[in-house]
């Protein structure tokens, strides 16, 4: 299986604060990762696809970047409504989806 | 709208059976790949498996592998987890998920819980 690993698993910022998640890919996955936004309580919501590609609807703070093993999922300017778990996850291997392990999103 | 709505969730004694089902709305429901994830409390999110929209493939998790099956009725709208054999570990939120494209998940139900216990 493909291991993704996501750093910081938590965090804590400030509004307005621009926010950075890494996650790597224990091998070359080309561009085939998202990012989900999961609030508590809730179910997961799409952000981010094809590793760089905003879902429709989502505000344009949030962005992401990278290819083969490593990514970067940015908030711009952190507001009240960000807080959440965010999980990175590859589709390179379509037997075996997997998850990182989260990050989770609190204010200062 | 796009909704999709799991039910069949409960309490099961270890080695027990159940079956989730996920009722399904607002899209051509037989056009697209349906996955199963589940998420134990307080965990990270675990993909359980997958059905081509056709029903044609399925794909499972090694950790439910053999035990759990993947079904659907395109007539019905309506997607099937078949859960046997059940393990503490086992116990989780079970989300069912709708494809955007291979392996992307765009709309995700509210979630069963499922309890594994004695």
């Known amino acids: 299986d493909i291991q993704m690993t996501q750093s910081p698993s938590s965090l804590s910022a400030s509004v307005g604060d621009r926010v950075t998640i890494t996650c790597q890919a224990s091998q070359d996955i080309s561009n085939y990762l998202n990012w989900y936004q999961q609030k508590p309580g809730k179910a997961p919501k799409l952000l981010i696809y094809d590793a760089s590609n905003l879902e429709t609807g989502v505000p344009s703070r949030f962005s992401g970047s990278g290819s083969g093993t490593d990514f970067t999922f940015t908030i711009s300017s952190l507001q009240p409504e960000d807080i959440a778990t965010y999980y990175c996850?590859?589709?390179?291997?379509?037997?075996?989806?997997?998850f990182g392990g989260g990050t989770k999103v609190e204010i200062k | 709208q796009v909704q999709l709505v799991e039910s069949g969730g409960g309490v099961v004694q270890p080695g027990g059976s159940l079956r989730l089902s996920c009722a399904a709305s607002g899209f051509t429901f037989s056009s697209y790949g349906m996955h199963w994830v589940r998420q134990a409390p307080g965990k990270g999110l675990e993909w359980v498996a997958f059905?081509?929209?056709?029903?044609?493939?399925?794909y499972y998790a090694d950790s439910v592998k053999g035990r759990f099956t993947i079904s659907r009725d395109n007539s019905k709208n309506t997607l099937y987890l078949q859960m046997n054999s059940l393990r503490a570990e086992d116990t989780a939120v079970y989300y069912c998920?709708?494809?955007?494209?291979?392996?992307?998940?765009?709309?995700w139900g509210q979630g069963t819980l499922v309890t594994v216990s004695s």
């Open positions: 998920a709708k494809e955007k494209q291979l392996g992307t998940f765009d709309y």
């Open positions: 996850q590859q589709y390179d291997n379509l037997l075996s989806l997997t």
């Open positions: 059905i081509r929209y056709d029903g044609s493939n399925k």
